[in-house]
């Protein structure tokens, strides 16, 4: 392998459109990686893209692509239910695989592509890679000083709102760069507000406090169709979920993932203890600093970001580079990074017992740690 990475991007939907493929070819990025590949069944966007933002390849199918041999390392942004199996077929070929969020759909498919990447040498790196934020980094450490006294609960969560349907230059238009489709969202396996928003909260939540416990919940669906350029999508997978974690010692924690509807000025994650808050970056009224606040305040929460530099501040998406980055600095330089597998391993986890209670009525133990 030479020094630069050669990487496939699994998906060309909307995260890679307007995130992945803007930043990874900006000439500071190339570098270090070389977007070399891409493939999507509909093999005209992936050809579209391509031809846009200059890269060698375009492919109708994964297998195709990593048949071709040209590639080192894929992101994967397909939709979240292919995950797995893509991750599978990535790994035993012996190619480094950074996922989009989520990982998988459940904690066994973690389980089964963090054993067989362990024996074939390859390398995991999971979005979103909440706790590489400078950000958190300084919240878990004033916590672990006793900045907030005894910690007693804390809340995260996200909403879908009409934001998949609405997102600015992918959605509305007529050509295969600007028309995706957004139904796999609302569907099985993989869409909900869980695997795709919530995980956000979820991550940064265990990042600080640790792995939970157990976990019980409620959850259905609540918009069972939804509108779309004048065509109704079905919803079939879960649309509202209100779960309770337990981190041990009576340290309780409210999570939600819901059609509509947010608590108001809640940053991730919501934090209370017996000497006050944590609401964001935000501690009993006054703005905690870090290294990057400055920068943040700017242009973002994600900007303060480690290889978010420059132009890649401006940027959408700018986290889902950083997290690709991490895996191209760990397949160069042997750097391993925080956003691990089995981080996104437990989070899965958490999200799919929360299912599981929902189900059986009972709270639900977690194994997974990280």
Request: net charge negative.
């Amino acid at each position: 392998m030479s020094d630069v990475v050669r990487l496939g991007i699994v998906g060309a939907g909307s995260i890679t459109l307007r995130g992945l493929l803007p930043h990874l070819t900006m000439e500071d990025a190339q570098e270090s990686v070389r977007v070399v590949a891409l493939c999507d069944p509909v093999v005209e966007r992936a050809q579209a893209a391509a031809e846009k933002f200059g890269v060698d390849h375009a492919y109708a199918g994964f297998e195709e692509m990593l048949e071709a041999g040209d590639v080192d390392a894929v992101s994967i942004a397909s939709p979240i239910g292919l995950h797995y199996e893509q991750g599978v077929l990535a790994v035993e070929s012996g190619v480094h695989v950074h996922f989009n969020k989520s990982m998988t759909t459940t904690a066994a498919e973690a389980d089964d592509l963090i054993a067989r990447a362990r024996s074939k040498g390859v390398k995991l790196v999971a979005s979103p890679g909440e706790m590489l934020n400078p950000r958190l980094q300084r919240i878990k450490q004033l916590i672990d000083e006793g900045a907030l006294g005894t910690l007693t609960w804390a809340v995260t969560g996200a909403s879908f709102g009409r934001y998949h349907e609405q997102e600015a230059g992918v959605r509305h238009g007529s050509d295969p760069l600007t028309n995706i489709n957004p139904a796999w969202y609302f569907r099985k396996p993989g869409g909900g507000p869980l695997y795709d928003m919530a995980v956000y909260g979820l991550h940064a939540l265990t990042g600080v406090l640790g792995p939970a416990r157990r976990v019980t919940a409620f959850s259905g669906i609540r918009i069972r169709e939804r509108e779309f350029l004048g065509q109704l999508l079905p919803t079939d997978m879960d649309d509202q979920t209100v779960m309770a974690l337990d981190f041990g010692g009576a340290l309780f924690a409210f999570v939600y993932g819901v059609a509509a509807g947010s608590l108001p000025n809640m940053g991730r994650p919501l934090i209370f203890g017996t000497k006050g808050t944590i609401n964001g970056g935000v501690l009993n009224g006054e703005v905690i600093d870090y290294p990057g606040r400055e920068v943040a305040e700017r242009f973002g929460y994600t900007a303060a970001l480690p290889h978010v530099a420059g132009r890649h501040r401006e940027v959408e998406e700018s986290h889902v580079f950083e997290d690709v980055m991490q895996l191209v600095d760990w397949i160069r330089d042997e750097k391993p990074t925080i956003a691990t597998a089995e981080h996104a391993r437990h989070v899965i986890e958490i999200i799919e017992a929360a299912y599981r209670s929902a189900q059986t009525g009972s709270a639900q133990e977690l194994y997974t740690t990280f």
